[in-house]
């Protein structure tokens, strides 16, 4: 009971952010907590805190709420989606993830977890056994790869004359 009451009121608030929505918050933090009851429980203190873990825990959940959300209205809406506009996006997904293929395994790793998996640079640092400061390096150089890789795709301003 303890365990609850130190963590869901943070947990509840980050939901909610994530979501928009109460009822969906309160059902995700009390999923994360049942989740710890079960056998099979994916939480190990040797690799994280049980803080971190919950919160990753509500992140995840709160992700898939939203994306099952964003593809039931996709499925209704079919009338938005062109055959260009489906193309154009194809295309621009394959250009970023060969992007990402192509950086060098540090800075592609270090990427990943920042931006895909949301971890912060101490995560980061913690799970590469690198130093925060070559962390942050790493993912430096890694954006600037992108950005460098990735500047055809970027829109261009208008030009006012």
């Not at 540090?106 to 070559?134: C, D, F, K, N």
């Amino acid at each position: 009971m303890r365990l609850f009451d130190d963590h869901h009121l943070p947990l509840y608030r980050f939901a909610w952010r994530l979501t928009g929505s109460a009822a969906d918050a309160e059902d995700i933090v009390q999923e994360c907590f049942l989740a710890l009851l079960r056998p099979g429980c994916g939480f190990d203190p040797g690799r994280t805190s049980l803080r971190t873990y919950l919160f990753g825990a509500v992140r995840n959940q709160a992700l898939n709420r939203l994306r099952r959300r964003e593809e039931a209205r996709a499925i209704e809406s079919t009338d938005d989606r062109t055959p260009e506009t489906e193309a154009l996006r194809d295309e621009m997904a394959g250009a970023v993830a060969a992007a990402i293929a192509e950086l060098p395994e540090s800075q592609r790793e270090v990427l990943l977890l920042a931006h895909y998996e949301q971890l912060s640079l101490a995560e980061i640092a913690e799970i590469t056994e690198l130093e925060v400061t070559a962390v942050k390096s790493r993912l430096q150089r890694a954006r600037a790869t992108l950005r460098e890789t990735l500047a055809a795709y970027a829109p261009r301003p208008e030009r006012t004359i």
